[in-house]
């Protein structure tokens, strides 16, 4: 079964500060994607990561791919509040079209 | 419009009722998908489907069933509801293509079982 575990699942900072998001799993995933949702909205796409090792940057947001494919981080610069929201990361496994969403992490970034 | 809409976006039924929720995308993506998403939780996979009279359990199918006879619907049933089954749906679809393509989702059926 393929799992992706997120941590961590709640994060409250002050605006300025850095965090990170960490999204796990012991199963190889064809590519992961970042995802942003709002309250009452489906979530919407951040980022897309295809290639081990791979690190992608979105503005304050830096994206990263793990090298055995298994793992990804977010990394957010100097959040702002405008940043708050639920982080999902979703995923596909080698040779399924089955796509599986991380378990989230709530962040509330405080002005 | 082009896009991916649910419908209702509100329904409150009685337990042991049978619902169904209807999605319908205008993309002609080859993948589907329902999850549903529970307080404060991530998605949970329901059912997906790769094409038309082509679907697959997810990780918690029980007690939902669906259909895709055409591949821009793909309704999701809950024959028999549960108060356990109260929770948000939400209906995505996805190009078939390899390589990480986006899923786009509807706004969400917030369903309660009373």
């Known amino acids: 079964t393929q799992l992706l575990e997120q941590s961590p699942q709640f994060l409250s900072i002050q605006e300025g500060e850095n965090l990170t998001v960490y999204c796990n799993s012991s199963?190889?995933?064809?590519?992961l994607q970042w995802y942003r949702q709002e309250p009452g909205e489906g979530p919407v796409l951040l980022v897309t990561v295809v290639t081990g090792g791979e690190v992608k940057k979105l503005k304050r947001l830096t994206f990263q791919f793990g090298d055995a494919r298994k793992d990804s981080s977010l990394h957010i610069t100097a959040a702002q509040p405008g940043d708050t929201g639920l982080y999902l990361c979703a995923g596909e496994g080698s040779g399924t079209y089955k796509y599986i969403f991380g378990t989230g992490t709530r962040l509330k970034v405080l002005a | 419009d082009a896009g991916i809409t649910q419908s209702p976006r509100y329904k409150i039924t009685e337990t042991g009722r049978q619902v169904t929720l209807m999605c319908h995308q205008t993309?002609?993506?080859?993948?589907m998908f329902w999850y549903r998403q529970d307080l404060g939780h991530g998605l949970r996979l329901i059912y997906y489907s790769a094409a038309a009279d082509i679907t697959d359990k997810g990780e918690v199918p029980d007690g939902y069933v669906v259909s895709r006879s055409k591949t821009e619907n793909f309704p999701l049933t809950l024959e028999s509801a549960t108060r356990s089954q109260t929770s948000v749906y939400f209906c995505?679809?996805?190009?078939?293509?390899?390589?990480?393509?986006?899923?786009?989702f509807g706004q969400g059926t917030r369903l309660t079982v009373v």
């Open positions: 993309w002609s993506h080859s993948y």
């Open positions: 995505a679809s996805k190009e078939g293509a390899k390589g990480g393509t986006e899923a786009f």
């Open positions: 199963s190889v995933f064809s590519s």
